[in-house]
C-alpha cells in the first residue's frame, strides 16, 4: 500500500516530535514494503512568519490531496496578545474544519512502566485504559455570534456554543462504534443541568443508543466526570464529549498516562469511497515554548499518532499494533525523556525516535 502522507510540524516541539514519528513511519514504510510518499507543508507559526497566515491556502489543497496528515503541534508565544482570527492555533481550527475531521479519539491509558510518573497513588492509576471521544468541528470553538465589541464596563466578549442533532448523532454512533470493539460502556458527559446545547446532546445520545442495545451508556455532568477521572478512572471505557470539555478533560487524562508527551490522537470524519478514514494525525500536546529546541521532548504522543494513522487511514493494523509493541518496549527499557522520571540520565527525542524504530 502506499503511503501518501502530508507533514505539517507546526511551531515549537511540533517539529522535534514530528521528526522522530516521521522516522517511524519510514521504517513501517521500509519493513513492511509500504512506500511512503511524504509532503511537508506550512501550519501554525510558522506559516504566519513565511506566508503571513496560519493555514495557507496550498497547505489545505495538500491536505485534501494526501490519504492523511501528521501534524506536529501550533503555538508561539509571540502571538499570545493577538486576536483568536491571526493566531497560530486558527490554522489548526481551520484545518479540521477544511477536512471534516469531526471525531478526535483520544486514548489515555497507563503503561505499567510509568505507574510510577503520575502523581496519583499507583492502586488508582494501574489499569485505566480508555478513549475520549471529542467532538471536533462543532461547539464553542467555532459557534456564532463571537467577537468582543463595545467599549468601557460594557464592552463584551461572545461565543456560542451550539450543536444541531446531526452533529451530536454522528459522534455519538461513532462512540458506540468504538465501545462495540472495545468494553462495550459508553460514558457521555455535558453540562444538561445548566445548559440546553446540553439536554438536546443527552436527548440525542439516547435516541443513538438505542441502536446499540449491545452497548451500555450512562451520563455524567462534567464536573463530576473530571472528579471521577483521578477518582475512579478505571470506570471510564469510551468518553463521549462536546469540543470544550472534551480538551479540557484530555489534559486532565494525560495526569493518568503519566506525562501529556504520552497521549497520541487521531481526527477522523467520514470514510472515503475506499473505506479509508479521512484524518488528521497529532500529539495532544502543544507547542512548549520552554522546551523547544533542545532535543528534550517526549516524541511518543507523535508516534503512538502514526500508529493511529496505520490503524484508521491506511487499515494496517498489524504494522500499527508493530509501532506500539516498539513504543511499549522502549518504555519498559527505562530509556525515556525526562518529563517520565527516567532511571538514569534522560534520552532525547532523537535517541527515544531510534529506539523506537530500532525495536520495530
Ligand atoms: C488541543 C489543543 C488545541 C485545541 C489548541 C492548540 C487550539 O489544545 O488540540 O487540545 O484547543 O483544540
Ligand atoms: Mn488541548
Redesign the pocket.
Known sequence: MELNVLILPGDGIGTEVTREAVRVLSRVSEKFGHPAHLTEGLLGGVAIHRTGTPLPEETVKLALAADATLMGA??LPEFDNVAPEKRP?KG??GIRKALGVYANLRPVKTYHALIDSSPLKNHLVEGTDMIIVRELTGGLYYGTPRGISGSGDEERGVNTMTYTRAEIARIARMAFHLARNRRKKVTSVDKSNVLETSQLWRKVVVEVAAGFPDVELDHLLVDNCAMQLVLNPRRFDVVVTENLFG?IL?DEGAVLAGSIGMLPSASIGDRKPSGAWVGLYEP?H?SAPDLAGQNKANPFGAIGSVAAMLEYSFGLKEEAAAVNAAIEAVLNSGRVTADLKPAGPPATTEQVGRAVCEAI
Do not use: I, M, R, Y
Open positions: 501550533v503555538g492555533e489548526l481550527l480538551d484530555s495532544v502543544g
